[in-house]
């Protein structure tokens, strides 16, 4: 690889040419050989992984579409009877012994007619109930005495109650 000569001075002189025909490379001059053929391997793996994948894409693949034929029905109408009337029953127009009320957005159901009368429950909106007794005023308010479908009475604020039909 390198020749060493003798000189008159005995110095020694390295000579880095290699001799005419020599082909032998040193350990270091390999390991770079060796690490660029890799590189060079890698980058034209990646570079033709991405041209193959990208011809892979630019072709469609034909797909089938199914059509569906759907049978149009016709439908005949059938003679129906004309409707017959129902009378819808009569409400009246205000609260008075014997009608029937509906709670309207729920109301205190209390033993006598006072605020401070014990409460026997409260009466959700829509229930209805049978007025027995009434009207009495007491506190500024005006109260009804009214009987629950269970037959329990109780008095309950006229501000809360609206006339409905019987119930049947």
């Given amino acids: 690889m390198s020749q060493i000569q003798n000189s008159k001075e ?5 000579s880095i040419r290699p001799r005419p025909g020599q082909t032998e490379l040193s350990w270091r001059e390999w390991l770079m050989l060796t690490g660029i053929a890799i590189v060079s391997v890698v980058i034209c793996a990646y570079a033709g992984k991405s041209i193959v994948g990208n011809f892979a894409n630019a072709i469609p693949t034909p797909s ?13 109408p059938t003679p129906t009877s004309a409707p017959t009337f129902t009378p819808t029953p ?22 006598s007619a006072a605020t401070t009368a014990q409460i026997i429950r409260t009466l959700g909106e829509g229930e209805v109930l049978q007025v027995t007794d009434g009207p009495t005023t007491a506190g500024k308010l005006t109260w ?11 008095w309950a604020v006229q501000d809360y109650l609206k006339p409905t039909a019987a119930p049947r």
Avoid at 10 to 14: H, M
Avoid at 90 to 111: H, L, S
Avoid at 144 to 154: I, Q, R, T
Wanted: no cysteine.
């Fill in 90 to 111: 009569d409400v009246p127009a205000t609260i008075a012994r014997g009608v029937y009320i509906v709670v309207v957005n729920g109301v205190n159901f209390r033993q």
């Fill in 64 to 76: 089938v579409t199914p059509t569906i034929i759907r049978p149009t029905v016709t439908l005949i």
């Fill in 144 to 154: 009804w005495k009214l009987k629950d479908p269970n037959g329990v009475e109780g």
């Fill in 10 to 14: 005995s110095k020694t002189v390295v």
